[in-house]
């Protein structure tokens, strides 16, 4: 099996979400549950951004114990300088410099060339290589960036001597065969691109983020840029859960990774309650629905065989069971089974009953829990059976 790394950049992408600011403690819990999960870079924030920034950054690499810390920075040497210092005291250190090579960029953002910007991505890894062994160069908006010129681009970055190539689709604009046929063409172009890992980093704009950063894995790419929930600027970023279950659950002959998944419902909860953000209900993985069932004919085919209606065993994401919720839609099973749950079996005839009285109380509301319940056959059934 070919290993893909996980780089997990909640603490940097993940925060730079209006109103999802951490302080240096919360980034510090936060970089150590990556840590135990199991991912193999955190980036830990863009130290030059600000001195809460630089402290918070400083603070992680010196806590975690196992992961690469990893340092955004621009294609500036006060950047470089700056992030090389934040990141001083890590076991495995490692800068993140780059800059944009979509025409959009080079004429709008920088007001510059593609001979100017080429220039400025050498000299940019060749300084950050001064100071750490590992560098990883992104080409920002490579999505919108033309294949040929990105391989040039990316074989300067590798002469300087970067170790990784970060090939973002910035703006979340590629279609998945568009990403993997970009990530292809670097790997058949590139001189070099066999020392080096390649990186995907998919932004979710048009909601493909996931599914991009999987085509470009299936395509050559051996790390994988996302964060927890799938946090992140405008529609978010690629989400970490997802990528890990889909090479867990479809690739896994094919490749690994280091992810503890049992962990993954808990640091969900822990970055969502950090961020104050909440995980949509119905979130792939993470969500409070991801294993709940409410229609009859489903929670049937679950309550007989869970594999009828879930392809993920609950427990393999740190969930303790999947959840049967009692609404009008659900069927005798359902009744029969959460019944068992609070103490009562009910037999056939008795279930008639029950059912008969369950369904006007549940046409009344929108979810029958466990205390209408219990009330409901408490009332029904005064001798418990």
Wanted: hydrophobic share 40%; with cysteine.
């Amino acid at each position: 099996m070919d290993k893909v790394y996980i780089f997990d950049t909640t603490l940097r992408d993940g925060e730079q979400v209006p109103g999802c600011k951490l302080n240096t403690n919360q980034k510090i819990r936060i970089a150590k549950s990556l840590d135990e999960l199991g991912v193999d870079i955190i980036e830990a924030g863009f130290p030059i951004s600000s001195p809460g920034d630089f402290e918070a950054v400083a603070a992680v690499a010196s806590t975690v114990k196992n992961a690469t810390v990893c340092a955004l920075s621009r294609s500036v040497e006060k950047d470089i300088k700056t992030a090389a210092e934040a990141i001083k005291y890590a076991v495995y250190p490692r800068i993140h410099t780059g800059i944009g090579t979509s025409d959009m960029h080079i004429k709008h953002k920088f007001r510059s060339t593609r001979e100017d910007i080429l220039e400025r991505a050498f000299k940019a890894v060749k300084f950050a290589k001064s100071f750490v062994e590992d560098v990883e160069f992104y080409a920002e908006d490579a999505g919108r960036t033309e294949n040929e010129y990105l391989a040039r681009v990316c074989e300067a970055a590798v002469k300087a001597g970067a170790t990784v190539l970060n090939i973002p689709d910035t703006t979340g604009y590629c279609m998945p065969h568009e990403y993997a046929e970009k990530i292809k063409y670097l790997k058949e172009h590139v001189k070099g691109i066999d020392q080096v890992i390649l990186s995907t980093h998919c932004h979710n704009d048009l909601g493909l983020a996931t599914a991009n950063s999987i085509a470009g894995v299936l395509d050559g790419a051996r790390q994988i840029e996302c964060t927890i929930n799938g946090i992140g600027e405008r529609a978010g970023n690629t989400a970490l859960e997802e990528v890990v279950m889909i090479l867990r659950q479809r690739y896994a002959k094919q490749f690994s990774t280091r992810v503890q998944t049992r962990q993954l419902n808990a640091i969900s909860r822990l970055v969502s309650d950090s961020m104050c953000m909440p995980v949509q209900p119905n979130k792939a993985i993470v969500g409070d629905n991801a294993f709940a069932h409410s229609s009859g004919i489903h929670q049937d085919g679950v309550i007989k065989n869970r594999e009828n209606y879930e392809i993920i065993d609950p427990l393999e994401v740190g969930v303790d069971h999947s959840s049967i919720v009692l609404t009008a839609r659900s069927g005798r099973a359902a009744l029969a089974y959460r019944a068992k749950e609070v103490g009562y079996n009910l037999f056939k005839d008795q279930l008639d009953v029950a059912y008969s009285e369950f369904i006007s109380l549940a046409d009344q509301r929108k979810e029958v829990n466990e205390q209408d319940l219990r009330a409901m056959l408490t009332q029904l059934f005064p001798v418990q059976v």
